[in-house]
């Protein structure tokens, strides 16, 4: 399996970005879990958001009400839709995906929100 992340770039604070992870996948595995974590330099990699196969969606307490994660099955394609962003956004954001056999990192996607 593949990710590729993209959506990543330099915004003002209280801009938008749209990150996209598609995952490149074989008909034999099913996507269980997709998920976006971030890492800033010299931080530990955190939990932003997850949807599920059946799109159930979870967010990490700091970006409720601003990001919004979803999904395109047809594409196997995640999108985490960040609004409101704040100088803290700043991390590169990583595509996490789990399948009925295993789990997958993708290569990130750097995001800097400018006061």
């Known amino acids: 399996v593949q990710l590729q992340a993209s959506g990543g770039g330099l915004v003002q604070t209280g801009g938008s970005l749209r990150l996209s992870c598609a995952a490149s996948?074989?008909?034999?595995?099913?996507?269980?879990?997709m998920e976006w974590y971030r890492q800033t330099p010299g931080g530990q990699r955190e939990f932003v958001a997850s949807?599920?196969?059946?799109?159930?969606?979870v967010l990490t307490d700091s970006v409720k009400g601003r990001f919004t994660i979803s999904k395109d099955n047809a594409k196997n394609t995640a999108y985490l839709q960040m609004n409101s962003l704040k100088p803290e956004d700043t991390a590169v954001y990583y595509c996490?995906?789990?399948?009925?056999?295993?789990?997958?990192w993708g290569q990130g996607t750097l995001v800097t929100v400018s006061s």
């Open positions: 996490h995906v789990v399948t009925r056999a295993n789990q997958y």
């Open positions: 996948i074989s008909a034999f595995n099913t996507i269980r879990l």
């Open positions: 949807i599920r196969s059946g799109a159930e969606t």
